[in-house]
């Protein structure tokens, strides 16, 4: 099975599970979601920055995030994609690395970047709008790319890639 059919595929499952709920260290399938990396790319000014990235569909996986994680490398990240789009709120809990997180618009651009999310906080981190996605990424990450409010973010099955 291609990985565009397998994203597919996963975006309607959950579509029709919707909501969020809790998840403990052991999360099933978590293995197989870190194999199936979906490149997200984003468009910045003249710059384009590609993250390998791990697919948050189920409710159990977008309830677990990058919990408990010791590292993310700089290329990798975790999206988080919703059907329909809306205003959403992430918290730091169990996160033990700081992380960049970017909320994503329906049509792909970055609504806001919440820089350095303080590890463990569960402080909520509000996504300010309706958004269609949120990409996680290693804390730092967004400014060492040169990211901002506003550049071109796909994905297989995302919004459409820039030109």
């Known amino acids: 099975m291609t990985a565009l059919r397998k994203f ?3 975006t309607v499952a959950f ?3 919707g909501g969020c709920q809790s998840a403990g260290p052991a999360v099933a399938g978590e293995t197989k979601a870190r194999e199936a990396l979906v490149p997200v790319t984003i468009v910045s000014h003249s710059s384009r920055h590609v993250y390998q990235s791990e697919l948050a ?3 159990a996986q977008q309830a677990r995030g990058l919990m408990y994680r010791t590292e993310l490398a700089p290329d990798r990240a975790m999206l988080f994609p919703f059907r329909p789009a809306r205003r959403t ?3 730091m809990k169990n996160t ?3 992380l960049d997180i970017i ?3 329906d049509n792909g651009t970055i609504a806001r970047i919440a820089e350095q999310a303080t590890p463990l906080s569960l402080e909520p981190i509000d996504s300010g709008e309706s958004v269609g996605a949120v990409l996680e990424i290693v804390g730092g990450g ?3 790319a040169g990211l901002s409010v506003e550049d071109r973010v796909s994905w297989p099955g995302g919004p459409k ?3």
Do not use: K, M, S
Request: glycine share 0%; aromatic share 12%.
């Open 57 to 59: 569909i189920t409710p």
């Open 161 to 163: 890639p820039v030109p």
């Open 15 to 17: 579509a029709l599970c």
């Open 96 to 98: 033990l690395i700081p």
């Open 103 to 105: 909320f994503i618009r």
């Open 142 to 144: 967004a400014a060492a």
């Open 89 to 91: 709120a992430f918290w």
């Open 8 to 10: 597919l595929l996963l």
